[in-house]
């Protein structure tokens, strides 16, 4: 397909005033920009962003996380500023908390806190996405497909939304590890540390950053002990051993609240992770079969990545988490099938069985969270009206009020 060219000045303008009209309409212009050849990959790119970031913004939750930490910005907000510094030196997550702060003060709303955040999750991972583009030497006319399979695959959208700084902070590593693979390293290391403040959930990927210089046998070896050690919970073992070492207090209150059994009430031999991690695991394995010899590297990240899932078996909240938010590891494999493997025929089939089994997770995930039974963990978007969500305008969207507790 050849493509068409539309300068940059007139996208902005025309995706700025479709969004004003309607901001789903928006969405889809850009996603149809990026199929027609349209350059411009970044531009559509936010875009197609700010409307996730829109629907984040009407989301209610009474529930579920999204709930508390609503109260608990609000709650920080009404501190004095001695209070509020105090608070901080105490904070497991500076950045995120800085930033809703001064967000909520600025706007008068907390709800735009989940405009930000519902948008950097996407958009990140977009800018993600495009450094692997380069890495991969891929066909930029793919991305929209790539795209579209982030937002209706890949990324567990309920889930995002409702514990945004992990899926912020995961997309932050995704970007860092992009520019890692990239040799960029300076901006690498300052992307993963800056996720840090976000969350530390980046700390579970940080091994798929020895992908590159790591042995094959020496990753087969930690892939088979790592399933050998499944019933052992390495989490409450580090919160004991950093406390009793008395050192690096912040992290040793996260290990003491993540090494608790029964969080969220997601449990790891529940159908679906069993499920969900037998699929990852499968996707991994087709790499290997496939595509090993184009990209080594990628092959070891996600053998890694299958490592840290059962090191963190034991633990309910790592694992199950972890396996919410596997859409680095979909990407780079799915990516990678879809830019090196030779065979027509063959990447078709991979291709469109990934995106078939990760939307299955995705709409079975979504079927249990959507809703507004306030007795429920459920969560609601627009009062989960697809007349709302495609035919507002953007007034309507900023309008929108959500309880607040």
Not at 98 to 123: A, D
Not at 127 to 156: E, P
Not at 198 to 218: D, R
Not at 334 to 359: A, D, G, P
């Amino acid at each position: 397909m050849s493509g068409i060219y539309i300068n940059k000045r007139d996208t902005i303008i025309l995706l700025s005033v479709l969004l004003l009209i309607n901001p789903f309409i928006a969405c889809l212009s850009s996603i149809l920009f990026l199929k027609m050849g349209n350059q411009h990959i970044r531009v559509c790119a936010f875009f197609i962003a700010i409307f996730i970031g829109l629907l984040a913004f009407t989301q209610y939750s009474p529930n579920g996380d999204i709930s508390r930490t609503y109260h608990m910005i609000n709650s920080v907000t009404d501190f004095s500023l001695g209070s509020f510094l105090i608070y901080l030196a105490t904070d497991k997550y500076l950045i995120y908390t800085i930033l809703n702060v001064v967000i909520t003060n600025v706007t008068g709303n907390v709800q735009y806190t989940s405009l930000l955040w519902g948008f950097l999750v996407y958009y990140v991972c977009f800018c993600a996405i495009i450094n692997f583009m380069k890495y991969f030497g891929c066909d930029k006319r793919k991305i929209y497909f790539i795209f579209l399979a982030t937002v209706f695959c890949f990324i567990v959208f309920a889930e995002a939304m409702e514990t945004m700084k992990q899926a912020v902070a995961t997309s932050m590593a995704f970007l860092s590890f992009s520019y890692y693979l990239l040799g960029r390293r300076v901006k690498s290391i300052i992307i993963f540390i800056l996720s840090l403040g976000v969350h530390f959930s980046p700390l579970f990927l940080l091994p798929l950053f020895l992908a590159k210089t790591l042995k094959p046998v020496y990753i087969y070896v930690l892939l088979l002990g790592s399933f050998l050690m499944r019933s052992i919970n390495l989490m409450e073992i580090s919160a004991q051993i950093i406390n009793w070492l008395g050192i690096f207090p912040t992290l040793a209150l996260v290990a003491d609240t993540y090494s608790e059994q029964n969080y969220n009430n997601f449990f790891s031999d529940a159908p679906y992770f069993q499920l969900t991690f037998w699929i990852v695991c499968f996707i991994v394995l087709l790499n290997h079969i496939f595509v090993k010899k184009s990209n080594d590297t990628i092959d070891k990240a996600g053998i890694l990545f299958i490592v840290m899932l059962n090191l963190n078996y034991s633990n309910n909240h790592n694992f199950t988490r972890l396996l919410l938010f596997s859409f680095p590891v979909y990407l780079m494999i799915f990516m990678n099938i879809l830019c090196h493997l030779k065979n027509i025929i063959t990447r078709r089939i991979l291709t469109q069985f990934i995106v078939f089994i990760t939307f299955f997770l995705q709409f079975w995930f979504s079927l249990e969270r959507f809703g507004t039974d306030a007795s429920k963990y459920q969560t609601s978007f627009m009062d989960n009206s697809l007349l709302k969500i495609t035919l507002s305008p953007l007034y309507f969207y900023l309008d929108y009020k959500v309880p607040v507790n």
